[in-house]
């Protein structure tokens, strides 16, 4: 196996270790940073710049682009560039996609408006005259207003003005007084935005007053021993008395703790998150609330609710501020949730010149297309083969992972931690079989080949690596003295049929919505990957399967985490809530599972493409 590369990513101090040859581009993403790429990665827009501070890249391929003064301080354009060696980079703010200053296309010019809801002042009250003659509210009001004022502040407020000589600092959030603090505060002003997926859960503390990240923190969804996808949670509510009790403590359980983790790197108590939003899946968001899903798993498929949920955080007993006000993300239909209107605030789809295609892929896989003004969405069950369940050797994207495969005379594989491989993740399985159907050992079947029926230009290096199955033939990956377990790590064919149901999913739900507005997938201007699986995927890989449009790869974008994106959106401005309630409302929702065409157009996707286009 070959000795993989260090590159580390400034300023966070991130590392990752990718093959030679690797674009700075895909070595950022897998460090957590989604670089800006308007022109698709092409070298084209220049908006991808990074500076190398420590380490060799040559300059040439930037060249055409940057100036020689721009070149000799070590800037690069994260496209263009291939890790050779060992490198320290650094990734300017202006760079990254989510900035928070701009939107999906660059030229727009639109800035992300920071107006929240909440709002907190620092007040210098008149202390009471001598008469006594209004009480401690009505000296409050005269300076803040005609605010309803939470039974917990009213407690504390005698002694709180007193204490501060009546200066005070007021949380308000929709004019209800929420809390009240001594002194001036007004500095120190939080909200949390989370990300409530199937697999993994994201929380993004905000600062209120400026709209840049003050901490981000994530881990494995707590309900996954349930069951790996939304339709095992749904069943386990509907046939378990106490599952959808069990399935809303897990979740909570988990949300506390990581807005625990936001607040300690914050240096902050929890309390003083004073507005949360939350963005997820339908299912995932109605077992947050604790409403149960049962209907989901039926026809035909209702959700609880279509407009954004608004309540208290203690109604969900979540440890922040009790009175800070939670909002959970509209829906579009189905299991088309809060996520995907999400990715469609982060995104604006809907306002970009067209056609474009969103395509979120999980366990789930969650497909909007927008064109001439219309937004249709549809959801297609993926299942978990990407995420890299029911492959044999499938695990998630940690450390001993296969994530890369790449063909060159013989398989080369980059492993996540730079460790001896223990198994493969959904990216190293999307580039396996791709790599199989380029040299000739995978037919359009998805059917490994082996023996006479091998087309001759197979490399001798790839043939040893063909070896007899059970009635079948199996790939080996990595060797025995190579792997962690000091067994044979193979792909399988049952893998590959597992992938093929998944990408045949996906892929048919695309026809499907193309078909319905009259557009072949060569009209598309654009596809924009979203979700933790599409930005580590390889865009030329997912498209060899099939998974994605046979387009030129330059219209193919990474634009990252945009279910977390979008709801700081909505955290910063009541505005940008108002949108997403209209998103929600005007996005046209196809039920694949009404759909006569679906199982005809799945069928004909299990089959791989024949070819691909440069």
Excluded: W
Excluded at 125 to 145: C, H
Excluded at 264 to 272: D, E, H, L, N, V
């Amino acid at each position: 196996m070959e000795q993989e590369v260090k590159v580390t990513f400034e300023p966070a101090g991130r590392s990752v270790f990718v093959l030679r040859g690797t674009t700075l581009l895909e070595a950022a993403a897998r460090a957590g940073y989604i670089i800006n790429t308007p022109c698709g990665g092409a070298g084209k827009c220049g908006k991808c710049l990074v500076r190398v501070t420590d380490g060799a890249c040559p300059a040439d391929s930037s060249a055409s682009v940057l100036e020689a003064d721009r070149l000799a301080e070590g800037y690069r354009l994260a496209c263009r560039c291939r890790v050779e060696n060992a490198l320290v980079v650094e990734v300017p703010d202006a760079s990254l996609f989510q900035s928070s200053q701009r939107i999906l296309l660059e030229d727009s010019g639109e800035a992300q408006e920071v107006r929240p809801t909440a709002v907190k002042r620092f007040l210098e009250m008149k202390p009471p005259d001598r008469t006594g003659a209004q009480s401690d509210v009505e000296l409050l009001r005269e300076t803040v207003g005609p605010v309803a004022i939470d039974l917990g502040v009213l407690r504390a407020l005698p002694l709180v003005l007193r204490e501060s000589d009546f200066r005070v600092t007021a949380t308000l959030v929709r004019n209800r007084l929420i809390d009240l603090e001594p002194g001036d505060t007004s500095d120190r002003f939080f909200g949390a935005a989370f990300d409530i997926g199937t697999t993994t859960l994201v929380g993004t503390l905000v600062d209120l007053r400026t709209g840049r990240d003050a901490a981000v923190s994530s881990r494995m969804n707590p309900q996954i021993p349930f069951g790996d996808d939304v339709i095992s949670r749904i069943k386990k509510c509907r046939e378990e008395k106490d599952g959808l009790s069990r399935l809303h403590e897990a979740i909570i359980g988990a949300v506390n703790a990581i807005a625990e983790d936001l607040a300690r790197q914050a240096g902050i108590a929890r309390a003083k998150i004073c507005e949360a939003v939350f963005a997820g899946n339908t299912t995932m968001q109605q077992i947050l609330c604790g409403i149960n899903p049962t209907a989901l798993g039926e026809l035909p498929f209702l959700p609880a609710f279509r407009d954004a949920l608004e309540m208290r955080a203690a109604d969900l007993g979540l440890a922040i501020h009790p009175g800070a006000d939670v909002t959970v993300f509209p829906q579009i239909g189905g299991f088309v949730g809060g996520d995907t209107v999400a990715g469609i605030v982060g995104t604006r789809l809907d306002r970009t010149p067209g056609p474009l295609l969103f395509v979120d892929v999980g366990t789930n896989g969650e497909l909007v297309l927008a064109h001439d003004g219309n937004v249709i969405a549809t959801s297609v069950a993926a299942g978990p083969a990407f995420e890299g369940a029911r492959i044999v050797h499938g695990m998630r994207a940690t450390q001993g992972a296969i994530e890369k495969v790449v063909a060159d005379g013989d398989i080369r594989v980059n492993v996540v931690g730079n460790a001896k491989p223990s198994g493969i993740c959904g990216t190293g399985l999307v580039d396996a079989v791709s790599v199989l159907l380029r040299t000739g050992v995978l037919d359009e079947t998805g059917r490994i080949l082996g023996g006479d029926e091998l087309p001759a230009g197979v490399p001798p290096e790839i043939r040893r690596r063909i070896v007899p199955g059970d009635g079948q033939f199996d790939f080996v990956l990595a060797g025995a003295s190579e792997t962690a377990t000091g067994e044979d790590l193979c792909l399988y064919q049952k893998d590959i049929r597992e992938l093929q149901l998944a990408n045949g999913a996906i892929r048919a739900g695309i026809t499907i919505l193309l078909k319905r507005v009259g557009l072949q997938p060569e009209d598309l201007k654009m596809v924009l990957l979203a979700g933790a699986f599409g930005n580590f995927i390889r865009r030329r890989n997912a498209r060899r399967i099939g998974m994605l449009p046979q387009i030129p790869t330059d219209r193919i974008r990474f634009v990252g985490n945009t279910a977390s994106f979008g709801a700081k959106r909505v955290l910063l401005s009541g505005a940008e809530k108002e949108y997403a309630a209209g998103i929600a409302r005007n996005t046209q929702h196809v039920d694949l599972s009404l759909n006569p065409e679906f199982q005809m157009e799945f069928s004909a996707a299990m089959m791989f493409p024949e070819g691909e286009k440069d």
